[in-house]
């Protein structure tokens, strides 16, 4: 039994060494004086809906941070006995990004209070590589198909394989690449977690319900240590809940009477009908708040993607897409708080590889065991300068293939 302190040790020791993507921002600054002298002391408080308000005191040199801040929009509150109370509204923080501030307070000779009511700063000198965050505005406002490969299709630097045009490529994956890097080196992650596919090496091991991302970063060029890879990094961040109630649903539907016609004279003659959508159904509904407020809070959702599409001489080809995300987050001290993460995500899919040389009898019908992704993570602050992290993960998902006239064939992801 003595050695077990030591093997306690030395797997925090490595576990420190298991990298794993960003999934939280920093917000750093100083504060000064009029006269631009560094005010150490002051008492510097952050708050968020998202999680419990914090605090922490200038050093000698005026500085102050907050590290490891869920994406979203925050507040910071200056105050100092003497000085006029300080408050910045609208810092906005994102994934793996840094918001620095230089604050000054003026004196006062009774109780006032400052509000700056400004955009977060848009340049993180602290980064040298190339990212773009995705933010849940432009995540809900892309006007095509609800799946990652579209968002990257928008994104500077990366090229895809394949259009999705309202949805007729949705439910599989497009190859990309960026200047410089091979489809192959791409990385995926999921809150923290790597998912990239260990078999079709650069491809993702799942699909996704796309309403249960609130942010999503890609970064093409420059990457910190973190990413273990030279190529593309996507980085999905899944909502959490926060001291304030909210209730997301949605419904999206479109068929064949909504599309228009492209086919030639010649693919009419020999009555090809071509790649088209028969109809798509997209639903969900997404849940959080507090369990219990400045303590506990939940984030619950499900969404189905149901995808029906006919093949270029009429062949069904089928896809459904089920989604079921759970999130607990839980203060467990003030220097103390974990996170219990729950991700499903199925693909159902019929009429696999359908086309003009493959007939509905040749085709693969797939599905998965329906294994969740499940992370815990418990993240301990023994000071501003010491911050302990654990993250632990499974993800054991197998999928396999039924021919239609033939033997079950399996795989691994």
């Known amino acids: 039994m003595k050695e077990l302190p030591a093997l306690v040790v030395a797997l925090l020791l490595f576990s420190g060494l298991c990298l794993s993507q960003e999934q939280y921002g920093n917000v750093r600054g100083v504060v000064i004086d009029e006269q631009g002298i560094p005010l150490p002391g002051v008492a510097v408080s952050l708050d968020s809906e998202l999680y419990t308000d914090r605090a922490v005191v200038t050093t000698e040199s005026g500085i102050f941070r907050f590290i490891n801040l869920a994406p979203g929009i925050c507040l910071v509150k200056c105050e100092m006995p003497g000085f006029r109370t300080y408050v910045q509204e609208n810092i906005i923080v994102r994934v793996g990004g840094n918001v620095d501030l230089k604050i000054t307070m003026k004196p006062s000779t009774m109780e006032e209070e400052v509000t700056v009511v400004a955009e977060?700063?848009?340049?993180?000198?602290?980064?040298t590589g190339t990212a773009v965050n995705v933010t849940q505005d432009m995540l809900q406002e892309i006007p095509s198909a609800r799946d990652p490969w579209v968002i990257l299709k928008q994104l500077p630097g990366i090229v895809t394989n394949k259009e999705n045009v309202g949805g007729s490529e949705s439910g599989q994956q497009a190859s990309f690449k960026a200047k410089g890097t091979w489809p192959m080196y791409s990385m995926w992650n999921m809150d923290g977690v790597p998912i990239t596919?260990?078999?079709?090496?650069?491809?993702?091991?799942?699909?996704?319900?796309?309403?249960?991302?609130?942010?999503?970063?890609?970064?093409?060029?420059g990457q910190d240590a973190s990413i273990q890879t030279g190529g593309v990094s996507i980085n999905f961040i899944t909502r959490r809940g926060g001291n304030k109630f909210q209730v997301v649903t949605r419904a999206f539907f479109t068929n064949d009477s909504l599309q228009g016609e492209n086919r030639t004279q010649e693919l009419i003659d020999l009555d090809y009908v071509g790649n088209q959508i028969n109809?798509?159904?997209?639903?969900?509904?997404?849940?959080?708040?507090?369990?219990?407020?400045?303590r506990a809070w939940f984030w619950?959702?499900?969404?189905?993607?149901?995808?029906?599409?006919?093949?270029?001489?009429?062949?069904?080809?089928?896809?459904?897409?089920?989604?079921?995300?759970?999130?607990?987050?839980?203060?467990?001290?003030?220097?103390?708080?974990?996170?219990?993460?729950?991700?499903?995500?199925?693909?159902?899919?019929?009429?696999?590889?359908?086309?003009?040389?493959?007939?509905?009898?040749?085709?693969?019908?797939?599905?998965?065991?329906?294994?969740?992704?499940?992370?815990?993570?418990?993240?301990?602050?023994?000071?501003?300068n010491f911050l302990l992290s654990l993250k632990l993960s499974t993800y054991p998902l197998t999928f396999w293939l039924d021919p239609k006239g033939g033997a079950r064939c399996a795989g691994w992801i």
Not at 204 to 218: H, P, R, W
Not at 324 to 353: D, F, M, P, Q, W
Request: no cysteine; charged share 25%.
């Open 120 to 127: 977060s700063p848009v340049i993180d000198m602290k980064k």
């Open 197 to 221: 596919d260990m078999y079709f090496t650069g491809s993702s091991s799942l699909y996704y319900d796309f309403d249960s991302f609130e942010e999503m970063q890609v970064v093409t060029s």
């Open 279 to 294: 109809q798509i159904l997209d639903y969900g509904i997404q849940v959080g708040g507090p369990i219990k407020k400045d």
């Open 300 to 384: 619950l959702g499900y969404g189905v993607q149901d995808i029906r599409h006919y093949s270029i001489d009429g062949f069904p080809d089928d896809t459904k897409l089920e989604g079921i995300n759970a999130k607990l987050n839980l203060r467990l001290s003030r220097h103390n708080r974990a996170e219990l993460a729950i991700i499903r995500n199925t693909k159902v899919k019929s009429g696999r590889g359908a086309g003009p040389t493959r007939p509905p009898e040749t085709t693969y019908d797939q599905a998965s065991n329906g294994a969740p992704l499940i992370k815990f993570e418990d993240e301990h602050m023994f000071s501003d």
